[in-house]
């Protein structure tokens, strides 16, 4: 088995969830769910919203009614 040495840190924001060496991090606060790379949010959860600064779809997409899709270096946008 492996050991992994991680720790939750509680502060005033919130609550830090990292691993020892890890740039990784989550934190939790009243407001958010943050995911962290180093000290820089790389995406988040507000209210109804997630923002992503940049994100690789390997599959397919869906946005509301809609599904993106790439097959055989094609994109479609069709209905769900």
Request: no cysteine; hydrophobic share 40%; glycine share 8%.
């Amino acid at each position: 088995t492996e050991s992994v040495k991680g720790s939750f840190t509680f502060g005033a924001n919130g609550l830090l969830i990292a691993k020892g060496d890890s740039p990784f991090k989550v934190e939790i606060t009243n407001n958010a769910l943050n995911f962290l790379q180093s000290t820089t949010p790389i995406a988040w959860v507000n209210g109804n919203s997630m923002y992503i600064t940049d994100a690789t779809i390997t599959n397919s997409l869906k946005i509301g009614a809609h599904t993106v899709s790439s097959q055989n270096g094609i994109t479609t946008f069709r209905p769900a």
